[in-house]
């Protein structure tokens, strides 16, 4: 072979050398560029089992103990107490003149509250002075019929005639007049308008008439009802399944929502016979005495306490998940895997924790469960 057949083959194992490395330097490696491992989800019923990398850096607790009765909070309102409530009515007929007290006002026992104009009056007052004549007659006849009869000028029968209508003329004498004292009238003063006043003390909680208003006696609503509140009832709206937490007699600890730090004894002094058949809830009646927070209508948080003592895991609030309307906890389930167990979150205690059901005295959780859950979900 001569030397000029050597250069073209001498050229072509250097170029493919040349490629050759420029290959094994652009070649990238699939392990080094691949992202690193998410934590692994496995589904596990209620629970799921979580693989981390590096569990250390996850901080855990244990649970503490926490002793109380079981509790139930339900919500209610302000009502007043209906054997507590006192009508104002008026007999008289007739146009209101003046009105004195208005709805919201706290009255007090004989104050007027307003003032009518009755013809009622005229006619029974008319009554009254005509009852008054025919007594005075009546009994200057029995006077003359009792002087004939012991001279013998009149028969028994005629003189026992004379005492009856005496003694009827007396009757109506004191039925009109009391008529009068019925519409608020006194007799030795008469005046066609009457002063409606105050039966009780307290604050008036309904009214129905107005200015120049007519009233027709007992046939109208009642001009006004006057409320005693220092005694009040809390009615509280408790489901069927929770019935079992209250009896009669029991106390409860009653929160205003405008006052929330206001803790108010009460005692239940009526559970409902009646569901609601659309909440299925019971009325249950609580009673309370009022020191002037109170007022009518305030929405109120009722809590009733159990007679036996149970014993709760008590966790830091931050190691609760709330997620999808449940709550959970992540516990360690040994080498990287954590297992997230449901629980139902209690009340809250000072220095941010939390009573919990679900889990037992003891048990390790994690403290931050959101910051663990945010890692599962990357």
Known sequence: MSRTNYIPIALSIAAALLLAGCE????????????????????????????VDKPEQYAVVTAGKYEAAPELNVTG?????????????????GRVLE???????????????????SADISSAFSDYRQAVVDEILARAQLERAKILLEKGAM??????????????AKVTVETTEAHL????????????????????????????????AGVQGLASPNPFTISDLSHVWVLCDVFENDLKSVRLGQFADVRLNAYPDQVFRARISNIGPILDPTIRTAKVRLEVENSGLMRIGMFVTATFHGSEVKTHALVPATAILHLHDRDWVYAPG?????RRVEVVGGITLPQNMQEVTGINPGDQVVKD????ENSVEQ
């Open 24 to 51: 094994k330097v652009v070649k990238a490696d699939p392990a080094k560029e691949a992202p690193p491992t998410a934590p692994q989800v496995v589904p596990a019923g209620n629970s799921s089992v979580v693989t």
């Open 77 to 93: 309102t302000v009502t007043p107490d209906v054997s507590r409530n006192i009508p104002v009515i008026t007999i008289a007929s």
């Open 99 to 117: 009105i004195h007290a208005k709805l919201g006002d706290t009255v007090t026992k004989g104050q007027l509250l307003m003032r009518v104009q």
């Open 155 to 168: 028969a028994q029968k005629d003189y026992e005639v004379a005492v009856d209508t005496e003694d009827k």
């Open 181 to 212: 004292q019925v519409l608020g009238v006194d007799k030795d003063h008469v005046s066609t308008i009457v002063d409606v006043v105050a039966p009780v003390s307290g604050v008036i909680t309904d009214q129905q008439v107005t200015q120049a």
């Open 334 to 338: 040994g080498g990287k895997s954590f």
């Open 369 to 372: 469960a959101l910051v663990l």
